[in-house]
């Protein structure tokens, strides 16, 4: 009970609302829309050093390519992998 006391009014001080008031049109929009854009913007992030990764994959050099963002972009993602299958949500 006081945790639930103490989130209240921690998020009353921040100046939010325990639950969100919106019309119709704008709640179907932010868990629709809004989470379908969001893979997609993720999704074409993912794929932006495609042409410099082509590129050196052609040429056998490297180059200016720096391979250690994406290695680290795999890692994240396997990384989510277990905590999203243990606890799915459906636009994550």
């Known amino acids: 009970a006081s945790t639930?006391?103490?989130?209240?009014s921690l998020h009353k001080l921040r100046g939010g609302a325990?639950?969100?008031?919106?019309?119709?049109?704008?709640?179907?929009?932010?868990?629709?829309?809004?989470?379908?854009?969001?893979?997609?913007?993720?999704?074409?992030?993912?794929?932006?050093?495609?042409?410099?990764?082509?590129?050196?994959?052609?040429?056998?050099d490297l180059g200016d390519l720096n391979p250690l963002p994406l290695a680290i972009m795999s890692v994240v993602s396997i990384s989510w992998l277990p905590p999203?299958?243990?606890f799915p949500e459906p636009h994550v």
């Open 4 to 8: 639930s006391t103490s989130f209240e």
């Open 84 to 86: 999203r299958m243990a």
């Open 18 to 60: 325990l639950s969100l008031s919106l019309s119709p049109t704008a709640l179907a929009i932010a868990e629709s829309i809004a989470p379908k854009m969001g893979v997609i913007t993720s999704t074409a992030l993912y794929f932006a050093p495609l042409t410099a990764v082509l590129a050196a994959i052609k040429s056998g």
